[in-house]
């Protein structure tokens, strides 16, 4: 089932959640410069465009590709053309900074050479993909928490497209992100969403024949958990 970006539901919602205009870039960063033009997409990028994150990628309207050149001029701030984790982190939602490990996590989900950078169009993807999880975590919270129980995080995987897993598999995901007991706040669920997101990027780039199987030895296996973790 392929990703859709859903409205939300009637309710108080944060002014970034609505695309493209996610509360100006020009605030997020304390003395930042204006927006210089932006590197555009380049045939070399296909580490994002020949995998699941197309997806993604393939549901940015033409009219947003201006704002996002925006954002990722903010958000690369050494103007490197690439976009870091430290960079990443001091974007703020709902007034709370993403922070260096979720940033760090959201970069490995599309960083398939895993130089720890991402390209506009490999960042514009993880953007629409942050907007869509936050659609979908707006869409499950029915009673306006903040807080989302285990029948609502199975409801967003799959507004997500991530309709492959079971409860029983979302069930043991909450109780290791659940860190109140309570169900998961925004912070937590894109955390818990970063994670499923790399395991299914690490899942198909090992995928070669794309059959939906993986053999791997145990070598490989305690590779792919460091790169987990």
């Given amino acids: 089932m392929a990703p859709q970006a859903y409205a939300p539901q009637p309710g108080p919602m944060p002014a970034w959640a609505s695309a493209p205009q996610l509360a100006g870039p020009q605030q997020m960063f304390t003395n930042a410069p204006m927006p210089m033009a932006a590197p ?12 699941w994150g197309a997806a993604y990628y393939k549901m940015i309207e033409q009219q947003e590709m201006q704002g996002l050149q925006q954002w990722f001029q903010m958000v690369d701030r050494d103007r490197s053309g690439t976009v870091e984790a430290e960079e990443l982190s001091g974007l703020t939602f709902d007034g709370r900074p993403l922070g260096l490990q979720t940033a760090a996590r959201l970069i490995r989900v599309f960083d398939k050479d895993r130089n720890g950078k991402l390209d506009f169009v490999e960042y ?7 907007q869509v999880v936050r659609n979908a975590f707006i869409n499950a919270d029915a009673d306006r928490s903040g807080r989302i129980e285990a029948r609502e995080i199975f409801q967003a995987l799959q507004q997500c497209g991530f309709n492959y897993l079971s409860f029983n598999t979302v069930v043991e995901l909450m109780s290791r992100f659940d860190t109140t007991k309570r169900g998961l706040d925004w912070g937590e669920f894109l955390l818990l969403m970063a994670m499923i997101a790399h395991c299914r990027s690490l899942f198909e780039w090992n995928d070669r024949d794309r059959d939906g199987w993986i053999t791997i030895n145990q070598d490989q296996l305690i590779q792919l958990t460091a790169f987990l973790s």
């Fill in 40 to 51: 555009p997409p380049t045939a070399t990028t296909t580490s994002v465009l020949d995998g």
């Fill in 124 to 130: 514009c993807t993880l953007h629409k993909f942050i």
